[in-house]
């Protein structure tokens, strides 16, 4: 159901992404930072169940995890910013179908970069725990 809604949601951000009207830009803005808010608590969620799961053994390894798990927040963290200031390039001369177009393109690229951001998060830790 939540990600019914997220979809649903999105469908309306990539109809609104570019378009003129200040309201839609406001609606498109709203459900970017609503997928940052997620992505952000989906990481914080990971980084405790990896420490639940697998506790440090001594102080250097708690506080080299804790200086990984902080640059992956302020990785993440630039990467929402980018994403933010970023829109899909909107020429004037483009049509209803052109700016929805590039309302999609905007939308799985911010998606895409999430998903490779969490992959390379998980790789970090797996190196991490390795050596």
Same mark, same amino acid.
């Given at each position: 159901m939540k990600r019914l809604a997220i979809s649903a949601g999105m469908v309306l951000a990539s109809a609104c992404w570019g378009a003129d009207d200040p309201g839609a830009r406001v609606v498109q803005q709203q459900?970017?930072?609503r997928q940052q808010q997620q992505? +952000? $608590?989906q990481l914080r969620m990971q980084q405790q169940q990896r420490a639940a799961q697998s506790p440090p053994a001594d102080?250097?390894?708690k506080q080299v995890r804790e200086k990984l798990q902080l640059e992956q927040q302020q990785q993440q963290? +630039? $990467?929402h910013y980018r994403q933010?200031?970023?829109p899909p390039a909107v020429?004037?001369?483009?049509?209803?179908?052109?700016r929805r177009a590039k309302a999609e393109m905007g939308r799985v690229k911010a998606q895409r970069q999430s998903q490779e951001q969490v992959r390379r998060f998980d790789q970090e830790l797996q190196q991490e725990r390795t050596k």
């Open positions: 459900l970017l930072q992505d +952000a $608590l102080s250097r390894e963290q +630039a $990467l933010g200031v970023e020429q004037p001369a483009d049509d209803e179908g052109t």
